[in-house]
Every structure is written in structure tokens, then in C-alpha cells.
């Protein structure tokens, strides 16, 4: 990564080098999550325009270069927009300071959602000893993460309007359960909240992060559940419903998923592989669908229990 941060006596057009050095050099992690899949695309689209590349950048963007575990790295990052909006300090500290930091970078504009994000207290969905209120997505076993709070905060304001009191959500590869807690939080007693997570020991793990959350009660209830499963197939005991958020990428949108959404409802997705765009998907009262790209993002694949567990 030094070669990065070494100027380069390189004619090329403003931006390839994605990291602005306006900021203090992060950590190698987090340098990673935000500038290698932005860096890739110029590279790639030197290639395409000029069919030549400086011989430094074919050095930076050798795929030996990174490292294999690069995904778990990357998940949930909004990678095409300003490193410094998303850029968390060490003064963060605690979660009604990180939710402030997100509103005033203009992430959350949203009351309700900055609401729910207070309530809903990060540190009991990460891992114990880990930074939790740093705006950076995080491993959490298995070959999993936990996305960036940015991410969380743009998938609650998407679904917002399918997230009113009475509604039905399915999020899709649940993991820690933080956002199933949001959603339920937002959806409230009468409504229905649902995780599915096909790795147990996670949905396990969830399962006690909630027990000791604002969202027990809707836990204890029976209107928030977290169940094990393939979530490709979503599930169906509850559909249809208002609301589907999916927490990896699909390399393109399942078709069960299409099912349970309810005619009015909206399906927030990350779909691609190595360049991926997070869709908003609303089905039309007729059953017609609408797709639309919200930003450019990277996420660890929607696959199978053990292609998940091989590391993809």
C-alpha cells in the first residue's frame, strides 16, 4: 500500500488515485474499504479508453496485490462518493455522536431514522473489543460482516416510507441483527420484522444481541423473529411484505424475493460482482417492477451456506 501514498510523477486524469490526502493516512483497513474497488474502475477505464497503463499502476492494481480476504473489508461501503463524508475520527465515541456525525454529513436527514439509530445501540451488534461507533463496516465471523452505519442509515431512509407501523419487513442475511432491530423498532408492535441468516451461530449470536437491545420487547413479543435459512428464498410465512432489505450482493435479484414483495412494496439490493450498484426495486400496484441504481457499493456475495463458509 506505500506505493499509494508515494507521490507519482504520473499524467493522468484528476481522480485515479481516489484517497484525498486532506485527511490524516488511515489505518491499511480502512485506506482499503474506501479506495481499491473506486481505484480498479479508473484503472479499468484507462484500459478501455487508452489500451496502455503506467507501468506504477499495473504494479498497484496486480490482483496479487490485495488481499484475499478483501471483501469482508469492503462491505457496505458507498465507494463513488467523497472519502471525507463518510470519515469517522476517534471522537466518536458514542452512538448518539456517530448518528450525529451521519446528519451532519448529510447522510440521515430522516428524524425517524435518526431516532431508531439512537435507540438501536451499535455496540451490542459487533464484535466485543471492536471500534463500534468508527463509520467502517466490520468483520463478525464466518466470513460475514457487519456494514458500515452509513450504509445502515441509506437502506432505513430508502425503505422509510414501507417501514410505517403495521408493516411487514424481511431483511435477508441478517447477521448481528442490528438493522432487523431497526426495522422492528420503525414497523413497531404491530407490524412483523424478520431476519433470515443461514449461518446459526450467527442467528444465534443475533438473537442475544436483541435480548439485550431496545427491540427485546418486540423480540419477546413475537412481532421481531430471526430464523435460519437460505435467504435467497425469503420466507414466506409472513409475506407478503412492504419491505425487503438484503444484506449482500446477488449476482442478479432472486425470483422468490419478486414474490414476497407486496404490490406498493419496495426492495433494497445490492446486485453485481466485482462492480456492484445498490438497486431500489418498487413493485407497482399492477405487479410491474421498477428498478432503479442508488449508488455504487461492495458487498460480500449472496451465495450458499458453504460457499459462504469456503470464503466465496
Not at 465515541?93 to 448529510?106: D, F, M, R, S, T
Not at 426495522?183 to 433470515?196: D, I, K, N, S, Y
Not at 435467504?231 to 422468490?256: C, K, L, M, S, T
Request: proline share 7%.
Amino acid at each position: 500500500m506505500l506505493l499509494m501514498l508515494m507521490p507519482m510523477s504520473l499524467s493522468l486524469p484528476a481522480g485515479v488515485i481516489a484517497f484525498g490526502f486532506r485527511n490524516c493516512s488511515p489505518p491499511l483497513k480502512r485506506l482499503l474499504a474506501h479506495s481499491n474497488t473506486t481505484n480498479l474502475h479508473h484503472y479499468h477505464h484507462l484500459r478501455r479508453r487508452n489500451n496502455t497503463i503506467p507501468p506504477q499502476l499495473n504494479t498497484l492494481f496486480s490482483f496479487n496485490f490485495f488481499p484475499r480476504n478483501l471483501n469482508c473489508l469492503l462491505t457496505g461501503n458507498s465507494l463513488f462518493f467523497r472519502m471525507e463524508r463518510f470519515w469517522s475520527g476517534s471522537s466518536i465515541n458514542k452512538n448518539k455522536a456517530l448518528v450525529e456525525h451521519l446528519q451532519n454529513c448529510g447522510t440521515i436527514s430522516s428524524k425517524k431514522v435518526s431516532e431508531v439509530m439512537e435507540t438501536i445501540d451499535r455496540a451490542l451488534f459487533v464484535p466485543d473489543g471492536t471500534a463500534a461507533y468508527v463509520d467502517s463496516p466490520m468483520a463478525i465471523g464466518y466470513n460475514a460482516t457487519i456494514s458500515a452505519p452509513h450504509m445502515h442509515a441509506t437502506c432505513l431512509q430508502l425503505l422509510e416510507e414501507n417501514l410505517k407501523s403495521g408493516m411487514h419487513v424481511l431483511d435477508v442475511g441478517s447477521g448481528t441483527g442490528y438493522l432487523t432491530a431497526c426495522f422492528a423498532l420503525m414497523v413497531g408492535p404491530q407490524g412483523r420484522a424478520v431476519g433470515v441468516e443461514h449461518i446459526p451461530e450467527l442467528a444465534d449470536s443475533s438473537i442475544k444481541n436483541i435480548k439485550k437491545s431496545a427491540a427485546a420487547p418486540l423480540l419477546k413479543e413475537g412481532s421481531l423473529s430471526i430464523h435460519v435459512g437460505d435467504g435467497r428464498q425469503g420466507w414466506p410465512e409472513f409475506a407478503p411484505y412492504d419491505a425487503i432489505h438484503v444484506g449482500a450482493a446477488a449476482p442478479e435479484i432472486p425470483q422468490p424475493l419478486l414474490d414476497q414483495l407486496k404490490p406498493g412494496g419496495r426492495m433494497v439490493i445490492p446486485v453485481g460482482n466485482i462492480f456492484q450498484d445498490l438497486k431500489v426495486i418498487d413493485k407497482n400496484e399492477d405487479g410491474s417492477i421498477s428498478v432503479r441504481s442508488e449508488t455504487s457499493v461492495r458487498y460480500v456475495p449472496l451465495t450458499s451456506k458453504d460457499a459462504q463458509l469456503r470464503g466465496y
